[in-house]
């Protein structure tokens, strides 16, 4: 061995030795958790998000399995049990949902019903042991979401939100682009989600099901993208609303346009609408350039801009696995979600200043 190799050799070996006990450490993690067990999820609300979106993820997670089923509609239970494998000791109606406190099969009930149901369905589960996974928007008022924060307190249970672009590295990467300054200060976020809603007799234009409309439904999801990108809390909000078919609409809002101040300075421009086309979009102004997503808010082919022309592009992967994993890894490590209720409570309390600015042509502080 010449003696500059052997150097190169001895500095190898050295790093290797100091770098070891790490990646043992890093092997020993991953070992661990492979091996844990997965945690039974119960879906409680067999709709068309449960069957297109959330039970195939749970097939795709690491952390969780599909252990138990929430329904009011018998018809479905034996096309699912057969699907899913699930006992029939595993079934239950809305109104039974007590009776799963006997059942070690089910750690975590995920809420998929009508927004004006979730506490309701929440507090059962809180009740009977179990951990809550609940769906956007948490709940139709702030005292509803303080009583599921409340029963998930008191039951020593953990809450979380149904908030899947958290979990989108996309998202995650217009987090950093902020936080990192990568353009200079954010000074200006844009940010639209709608789409043009059917059946007029859904629940969602059912003001006491649903809560209100488009912006309860798909608004929440620029309400929720101004805070994780600014990092901040609204301040102030203003707000419009338009109805171009008053029938139709007549129960929730059809179109509305709100602007939110965030200490920093940060404005947000956003706006949210149940009917129009293409509308999913997000998109950061700084100092220096910008950097956004359009689409923003699907379930894939989500795309990344960014004003330098650097590539914004990542694996795509399933925001709905991603979230439910993350959850039972916050359960089984004993740790707050970042999309804890407290969060879902925040903007539903922004929502109702919304409501308010919309109401009265007021600028609405956040108290
Ligand atoms: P859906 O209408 O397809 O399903 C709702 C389910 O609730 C059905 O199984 C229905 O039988 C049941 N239900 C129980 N009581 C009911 C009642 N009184 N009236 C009507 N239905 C009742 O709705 P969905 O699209 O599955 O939405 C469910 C929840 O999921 C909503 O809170 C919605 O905001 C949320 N959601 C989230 C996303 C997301 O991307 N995270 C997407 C769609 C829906």
């Known amino acids: 061995?010449?003696?500059?190799?052997?150097?190169?050799?001895?500095?190898?070996?050295?790093?290797?030795?100091?770098?070891?006990?790490?990646i043992s450490t890093r092997i020993t993690r991953a070992l661990?958790?492979?091996?844990?067990?997965?945690?039974?999820?119960?879906?409680?609300g067999l709709g068309g998000l449960s069957e297109n979106q959330i039970a195939p993820a749970l097939l795709k997670t690491k952390h969780c399995r599909l252990s138990g089923l929430v329904t009011g509609s018998p018809e479905k239970t034996r096309e699912w049990r057969t699907r899913y494998d699930i006992p029939d000791r595993?079934?239950?109606?809305?109104?039974?949902m007590s009776r799963m406190a006997e059942n070690p099969d089910i750690d975590v009930v995920y809420v998929v019903t009508p927004n004006a149901l979730h506490g309701d369905h929440t507090i059962a589960?809180?009740?009977?042991?179990k951990h809550v996974f609940c769906e956007k928007p948490m709940e139709v008022s702030v005292a509803r979401c303080r009583q599921m924060i409340d029963a998930c307190d008191a039951a020593d249970r953990k809450l979380g939100v149904g908030y899947r672009c958290q979990f989108s590295p996309l998202h995650i990467e217009m987090i950093r682009l902020a936080r990192e300054e990568e353009f200079g200060a954010v000074r200006v976020i844009d940010s639209a989600f709608g789409f043009r809603i059917g059946d007029p007799d859904q629940?969602?234009?059912?003001?006491?099901?649903?809560?209100?409309?488009?912006?309860?439904?798909?608004?929440?999801?620029?309400?929720?993208?101004?805070?994780?990108?600014?990092?901040?809390?609204?301040?102030?909000v203003t707000a419009m609303e338009t109805k171009t078919d008053p029938v139709k609409f007549r129960e929730v809002d059809e179109t509305i346009?709100?602007?939110?101040?965030f200490p920093s300075g940060i404005v947000a421009n956003c706006s949210t609408t149940y009917n129009a086309e293409g509308m999913g979009r997000v998109k950061a102004h700084a100092e220096r350039g910008w950097f956004g997503l359009e689409p923003a808010f699907h379930y894939g082919g989500n795309k990344g801009t960014r004003s330098?022309?650097?590539?914004?592009?990542?694996?795509?992967?399933?925001?709905?696995?991603a979230q439910m994993d993350d959850f039972s890894q916050c359960i089984l490590e004993n740790r707050e979600s970042k999309v804890s209720g407290l969060e879902g409570l925040k903007d539903v309390k922004i929502m109702m200043a919304i409501y308010e600015a919309a109401a009265t042509g007021r600028a609405v502080d956040i108290a």
């Open 125 to 129: 589960a809180a009740e009977a042991g």
């Open 90 to 96: 595993s079934v239950y109606s809305y109104d039974s």
């Open 32 to 44: 661990a958790e492979e091996s844990r067990p997965k945690l039974g999820w119960a879906l409680c």
């Open 203 to 236: 629940w969602r234009l059912k003001k006491d099901l649903a809560g209100g409309g488009a912006l309860m439904d798909v608004g929440v999801y620029c309400l929720q993208a101004s805070r994780y990108i600014s990092g901040e809390e609204p301040l102030v």
């Open 257 to 261: 346009a709100w602007q939110a101040t």
């Open 1 to 22: 061995m010449t003696r500059t190799s052997r150097r190169t050799f001895l500095r190898h070996s050295a790093a290797a030795a100091i770098a070891a006990p790490f």
């Open 308 to 321: 330098d022309g650097k590539p914004f592009e990542f694996p795509e992967i399933d925001m709905f696995a």
